[in-house]
């Protein structure tokens, strides 16, 4: 997919044109204050039947989680041949409110919500938060058995280097996009979050990222 002229208030960014290669991961990556998050609340609204999540979600009815997983599913035009409830292991708490339960279960409950959706676009903005290690590494594993397309921002630079297909790197009010391996180089890291970022590989190919 190709987005053409991309322009956000203050001067945080503006692009003539930018790909968002289909049914893959894009990883948007950038320092704080970048613009990161405008872009996917504008590209929310400019991409027809996206689902979108944003950074802060909150229920303020007396919703449960049921409830919730089943409004996204009414949402999708297609079912989905993966179990989202049993990926994220949501079945104990489908019958709890969703604002009763921590942080990191209702970013489950949330992540679930949107994925139900089948859209063909996603775009999650920073799903990892409150996420202990063992649900980053479900999420890990699930993105890429969606076959959809996902731009997601993420912080942790290992964890994008894994998930990505292509990246999108943003500072100064540009945009820089590519494979992994030629947008994460150590130079541009190091300029874009104005950090010494080293990268580490193991006999065995495995790459990691150090500050």
Request: charged share 15%; net charge negative.
């Amino acid at each position: 997919m190709l987005i053409k002229e991309i322009t956000l208030p203050r001067n945080l960014l503006q692009v003539s044109q930018a790909t968002l290669p289909d049914q893959q991961i894009t990883v948007l990556l950038g320092p704080n204050g970048s613009g990161k998050s405008t872009l996917l609340a504008y590209l929310a609204t400019h991409l027809p039947e996206c689902a979108y999540l944003p950074q802060q979600n909150q229920s303020y009815d007396a919703l449960s989680v049921d409830d919730l997983l089943t409004l996204g599913q009414q949402r999708a035009t297609s079912p989905l041949t993966i179990d989202i409830v049993t990926e994220l292991e949501l079945a104990p708490l489908l019958a709890k409110q969703v604002n009763q339960l921590s942080g990191g279960q209702q970013q489950r409950v949330w992540i679930a919500f949107i994925l139900l959706q089948n859209a063909p676009v996603i775009l999650l903005d920073e799903p990892l938060n409150g996420l202990d290690l063992r649900y980053q590494q479900r999420l890990l594993q699930l993105l890429p058995q969606l076959k959809t397309t996902i731009l997601m921002v993420v912080h942790d630079l290992n964890y994008a280097y894994r998930v990505a297909d292509w990246i999108w790197l943003v500072s100064a009010a540009t945009l820089n996009e590519g494979q992994p391996s030629n947008i994460m180089t150590t130079t541009d890291l190091t300029a874009t979050f104005a950090t010494p970022v080293s990268l580490h590989q193991t006999v065995d190919g495995a790459v990691a990222f150090w500050i």
